[in-house]
């Protein structure tokens, strides 16, 4: 059915901004809970604890992404209603369970595996039900959308560093599943509009029987050149792109102590993201074709630059001015990775294309920032951590380079393929012609 471009549509709007807000807001602001982490669970006899409390906000924000390939699949065959509905349960049960713990190892299981597995099945449904709603106004609906996880990364930081400072980090935990629990209430309003592959293979009574296996899992996408080098290219430079979420308040109160607001950082991160976005998203309408990379390539390169230069700010002030930059570009990388992944495999499969790259993103995004850790508990201080923080978005960015001119070639040669084709039906259809009108003939001389 035709969208109907808004209705109970802009409840739906609401309810995903709601998901992406809740998500991504307590996902970013981990460098706020991991410095308090390190204060509770941490002692004078563990030479490894900024690795160890590491792996819990990086093995979250990874599980986000390494499940998103699963989460396709479900949203797909059951609808997001149910799979959203689910996965904020999940999420809660994991972020409620987190609030009991003693020891730093449980949250590996509690806060970096189940409540980040929910929170990837909250997530996905939240972006695919807009385009039941929308179609002329889907980029500002998006927009709007991914708007609020700026919206709470702004805000979250200051929130939660007054929690822990009045009620500790187990009742602030416990705080942060109120929103979960209305992320949940939230997944209620996703009303489908269009029928899943359940409904379409067994009907609403039928028998549910499952579609053929290349239905659910659509790997044809890596078959497109250009969509592997993405795939590649994107990973490789991501391997530095977490930890400055993870480290940079504990980097800020190692070289500057408490006589600093650290949570402004997130702060100036959050609001120049949330304006990269709009930018950027603007702008990319107006470039053509596979070419919107070229946007991608320059926000890595500013982005692995502006990791290089946090070890260097003596002061404050220059701190500031890394981290709104750094927002800016962050917002830019985010906000065109559906109109690219849309110009190197199409409509009918960008989906899973999206999907897939999420899941090959979540191991960089996982390993980097206990690396930095590690650096951090050998060496004594962060420098060489963010100094080699940033070569990966400056090797990744180089890969990216080469996809205008691969996609290009590819699509100059699909016309020739097709055309090899026509001519070889033409003759075909001409032998099989000729061949009629001869037997016709000897039929007709015979009788």
Request: charged content about 15%.
């Amino acid at each position: 059915p035709e969208p109907p471009e808004g209705g109970w549509g802009w409840v739906v709007m609401l309810a995903a901004m709601w998901c992406n807000g809740a998500v991504f807001g307590i996902q970013n602001s981990c460098g706020v809970l991991f410095v308090s982490m390190l204060q509770l669970f941490g002692s004078s006899d563990d030479k490894q604890m900024t690795f160890k409390t590491a792996w819990v906000g990086s093995l979250s924000m990874g599980m986000v992404f390494f499940c998103s390939p699963i989460v396709s699949i479900f949203t797909d065959l059951f609808g997001c209603r149910k799979v959203a509905v689910i996965g904020a349960a999940v999420g809660l049960v994991g972020l409620l369970s987190s609030s009991f713990v003693s020891t730093i190892e449980p949250l590996y299981f509690t806060y970096g595996i189940l409540f980040a597995c929910g929170c990837s099945f909250a997530y996905q449904p939240s972006l695919v039900i807009l385009g039941h709603y929308f179609k002329k106004r889907l980029g500002l609906v998006n927009g709007i959308v991914t708007a609020g996880s700026s919206l709470f990364t702004v805000s979250l930081p200051f929130l939660l560093r007054v929690l822990i400072d009045s009620v500790n980090l187990f009742n602030t935990l416990r705080v942060l599943c109120i929103l979960m629990f209305v992320l949940f209430l939230a997944g209620f309003t996703y009303k489908p509009l269009v029928p899943n592959t359940k409904d379409e293979a067994g009907g609403k009574k039928g028998k549910f029987k499952l579609p053929p296996a290349k239905k659910i899992c659509n790997f044809s996408v890596f078959k497109v050149p250009s969509y592997r080098i993405w795939a590649l290219g994107i990973p490789a430079a991501l391997f530095g792109y977490f930890v400055p979420y993870v480290h940079l308040m504990n980097h800020v109160k190692e070289r500057f102590g408490d006589s600093v607001p650290e949570e402004v950082l997130l702060l100036c991160v959050g609001i120049t993201s949330g304006v990269g976005r709009l930018i950027f998203g603007r702008v990319a309408d107006y470039i053509p074709g596979a070419k919107k990379i070229y946007l991608q390539v320059a926000s890595f390169f500013f982005i692995g630059l502006m990791s290089m230069m946090i070890p260097l700010c003596k002061v404050f002030g220059a701190l500031i001015a890394v981290c709104l930059f750094m927002g800016l570009f962050d917002g830019c990388f985010i906000c065109i990775m559906a109109p690219i992944a849309f110009e190197l495999v199409g409509a009918q499969d960008v989906s899973q294309a999206i999907g897939f790259l999420l899941g090959l993103m979540s191991v960089p995004m996982t390993v980097g920032p206990p690396i930095a850790g590690l650096l951090r508990d050998k060496l004594g201080t962060y420098d060489l951590a963010f100094y080699l923080a940033g070569v990966p978005p400056l090797i990744g960015g180089a890969i990216l380079c080469f996809i205008p001119w691969v996609h290009e070639r590819h699509k100059r040669a699909k016309p020739v393929d097709g055309e090899t084709t026509e001519k070889m039906l033409e003759n075909e259809s001409t032998l099989v012609s000729d061949t009629t009108e001869k037997t016709v003939k000897e039929l007709d001389s015979g009788f």
